[in-house]
């Protein structure tokens, strides 16, 4: 966080307005948040688990507190909370209408065939074992991904392999490298 804000504080300042908020009410209320906070928010997701390895709680820690793998990969309730039972099992109409593909275990509906070499090198280089090129919103995700260190995209890969299996088949989407 230090590091971070370090960062920002580099960054050459232009005097440009803020811009309104885009959202209508009631989104843009702040004060709502306090009840869905209340309903859905549970604080400092990632958590170390001393019976898990170091690459694993590395791995849950960057998916859940820097890589927000989960925002895309997993459903939503109707007041656009995550799932959690359904975590990481792909979202239908997910960021700009795409859907998200099912990354869970499971070998017909997830990426259960995958190796942790094989989600590595898609987070390095945006390639599937198939050798298609990830599109959609996954692309942006590959251009962070691809400048981390291979130590963390191997925690991460390893990670999301561990995912249990969650049947749910999520037609790919329209731009999209997913194949069932
Ligand atoms: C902005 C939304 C978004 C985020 C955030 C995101 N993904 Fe994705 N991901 C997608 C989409 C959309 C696809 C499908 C791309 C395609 O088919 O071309 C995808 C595809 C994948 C695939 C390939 C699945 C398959 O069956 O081909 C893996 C593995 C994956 N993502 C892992 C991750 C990991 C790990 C993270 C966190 C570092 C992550 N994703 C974050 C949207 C996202």
Same mark, same amino acid.
């Given at each position: 966080?230090?590091? #971070?804000?370090?960062?920002?504080?580099?960054?050459?300042?232009?005097? #440009?307005?803020? $811009?309104?908020?885009?959202?209508?009410?009631? @989104?843009?209320?702040?004060?709502?948040?306090?009840?869905?906070?209340?309903? @859905? @928010?549970?604080?400092?997701?990632? $958590? %170390? &688990?001393?019976?898990? !390895?170091?690459?694993?709680?590395?791995?849950?820690?960057?998916?859940?507190?820097?890589?927000?793998?989960? &925002?895309?990969?997993?459903?939503?309730? @109707?007041?656009?909370?995550?799932?959690? +039972?359904? =975590?990481?099992?792909?979202?239908? +109409?997910?960021?700009?209408?795409?859907?998200?593909?099912?990354?869970?275990?499971?070998?017909?509906?997830?990426?259960?065939?995958?190796?942790?070499?094989?989600?590595?090198?898609?987070? $390095?280089? +945006?390639?599937?074992? !198939?050798? !298609?090129?990830?599109? %959609?919103?996954?692309?942006?995700?590959?251009?962070?991904?691809?400048?981390?260190?291979?130590?963390?995209?191997?925690?991460?890969?390893?990670?999301? $392999? %561990?995912?249990? =299996?969650?049947?749910?088949?999520?037609?790919?989407?329209?731009?999209? =490298?997913?194949?069932?």
């Amino acid at each position: 966080m230090e590091d #971070l804000y370090a960062y920002l504080m580099s960054v050459p300042p232009v005097p #440009l307005a803020n $811009k309104p908020h885009e959202a209508p009410p009631p @989104f843009s209320w702040r004060w709502t948040l306090y009840f869905w906070r209340a309903l @859905f @928010f549970t604080e400092g997701g990632g $958590k %170390s &688990e001393p019976a898990r !390895d170091e690459d694993w709680n590395r791995g849950n820690y960057l998916a859940h507190a820097v890589a927000h793998c989960e &925002e895309c990969h997993t459903p939503r309730n @109707f007041l656009g909370a995550l799932k959690g +039972g359904m =975590a990481f099992s792909g979202n239908v +109409g997910g960021p700009d209408g795409q859907n998200a593909p099912n990354i869970t275990s499971d070998a017909e509906t997830g990426i259960g065939g995958w190796s942790v070499d094989d989600v590595q090198r898609l987070l $390095k280089t +945006g390639m599937t074992p !198939d050798s !298609d090129m990830v599109g %959609s919103g996954m692309k942006a995700v590959v251009r962070g991904t691809s400048k981390m260190s291979d130590a963390d995209r191997h925690a991460l890969a390893v990670y999301i $392999k %561990s995912l249990p =299996a969650i049947h749910v088949d999520v037609p790919p989407p329209k731009d999209g =490298a997913t194949k069932k």
